[in-house]
RNA sequence: GUGCGAUUAGUUCAGUUGGUAGAGCACCAGAUUGUGGUUCUGGGUGUCAUCGGUUCGAGCCCGAUAUCGCACC
């Protein structure tokens, strides 16, 4: 996988660039839908790709490893043929799973032993056998196994959590280049940064990520409990320690305004499940600001959706109407606010390439935080 | 027509020896950040069928009326 880097924000990090993988490019800043199980909950391949224009989605081993299950995706082909998505899939390597699903778990410098959320069978993580499953399901982004630190963990307890996330990141590192991919195109791996809150841990943990020379780098461990105020900083300081001409990708956040404040400080991938997960429960997010679909005061609100939304639903279905549908439990409900959300996301992503670009992203984010981040 | 039972929040129902009502769902809001199609938090929205009686005090006891259900003729 390459990484071109085109143009750099000259009063901010901000930047824009092109990831080249086998299943074709990413223009970044991008935003990664998810797709937990092998699907974008509620969406069509058919929509991500015209009309959200989603350019890669996630998977996630944890979930596949435990559902279907290793046999299932190799007597598949993999995952991209599995379910039929041929541009890019990233995987996420399950820790941050085991650390918010699973009932028991046990860390070890072996691994995480865990057991699994759907019918408490036992399973051992190690960064072997992850680098293993991951090569199976057949991601053109592996993510290296970690331990997600809890926002408001002690020093202490984000000290020992960062030695056990390098010593399993230097096995994952090794099994990584002692591997093949299956399947006829290549695969890469990204380390994750971790070290909670703690400055001293989070360069610490950026350096030792960065002599695995990757393809690029993740921080983990954020919007886990931890104030807006110190994520921004965090992800202000770690940036810096990774090398530029390599993607930065900011796990698991977040809101549209996260996602601005991330990439004005450097960062270049997002992924999460705010846009699918609260849309499934009425809201969305627009460039006027937040809309609550539940809402009785949208009961009688005939005007499209979205009338600056980037997606078809957004002018093709009535406030009224999709109030109604959440009303009334409708998984269709579901399904426009999905596709709406992811739309808008991918939209916003773009908008800050475009502004990159135009040398005016600082002035554009400051007004466009403001409008987005407004209740309706 | 007679007998029995019921009537309490939008709904299904609870409500002690009589001390001016409460639960689930619904509803109205808020939360949700590397996804169990969720989950969590807050809010009671009431002429206790109606009228009258007993009592210091009635959702509760008594009478009448209305409506519904069941049984019998």
Redesign the pocket.
């Known amino acids: 996988m390459k990484f071109t880097l085109s143009c750099v924000d000259p009063h901010s990090s901000a930047r824009c660039g092109t990831l080249h993988t086998d299943h074709g490019d990413i223009q970044t800043p991008i935003f990664m839908p ?1 797709g ?1 199980v092998g699907s ?3 969406v069509y391949h058919r929509d991500l790709k015209e009309d959200i224009k989603a350019e890669i989605i ?1 998977g ?1 081993t944890y ?1 596949l490893y435990l559902r279907p299950g290793l046999d299932t995706l190799k007597a598949a082909g993999g995952l991209h043929k599995f379910e039929s998505w041929d541009r890019p899939i990233l995987t ?2 399950g ?3 085991v650390f ?2 699973s009932p028991i778990r046990k860390l070890t410098a072996e691994g995480c032993r865990f057991s699994s ?2 019918d408490g069978s036992k399973h051992l993580f190690t960064p072997e056998n992850n680098v293993d499953t991951q090569r199976i399901i057949g991601a053109d982004i592996m ?1 290296a196994l ?1 331990e ?1 630190c809890p926002g408001d963990a002690s020093h202490d307890y984000a000290r020992k959590s960062l030695d056990l996330t390098k010593g399993w990141l230097e096995r994952f590192d090794k099994r990584f280049r002692e591997t093949e991919p299956l399947y006829g195109y290549s695969q890469c791996y990204f380390p ?1 940064v971790q070290g909670c809150v703690y400055p001293d841990l989070r360069r610490e943990a950026a350096e030792h990520a960065v002599q695995m020379g990757a393809d690029g780098y993740a921080i ?2 954020l ?2 409990g931890e104030s ?1 105020e110190q994520m921004y900083e965090t992800i202000e300081l770690v940036c810096p320690l990774l090398p530029k001409d390599k993607p930065r990708y900011l ?5 549209p305004v ?1 996602i601005l404040e991330a990439i004005e400080r450097g960062v270049d991938m997002f ?4 846009p ?3 849309g ?4 969305l997010f627009t460039w006027d600001g937040i809309m ?1 679909m ?4 949208w009961a009688e609100d005939f005007s499209e959706i979205d009338p600056l939304g980037a997606s078809f639903v957004d002018h093709n279905y009535s406030k009224a109407y999709l109030h109604h549908l959440f ?1 009334a439990g409708e ?1 269709f409900a ?1 399904m426009l606010a999905s596709e709406h959300n992811l739309a808008f996301y991918l939209d916003l992503v773009r908008e800050a390439r475009k502004h990159i670009q135009a040398g005016d992203f600082a002035a554009w984010k400051k007004q466009t935080v403001e409008r987005i981040s407004r ?1 309706m």
């Open positions: 998810v937990t974008v909950k509620g996630l996630n979930h996420d390597s820790g941050f799973q918010s699903l959320h759907i993510m970690d997600c994750i983990g461990g919007a886990v807006s796990m698991g956040v977040g809101t996260n992924d999460c499940v705010m699918t997960r609260n499934r429960n009425g809201m609550n539940r809402n009785a005061k009303k998984m579901a209740r």
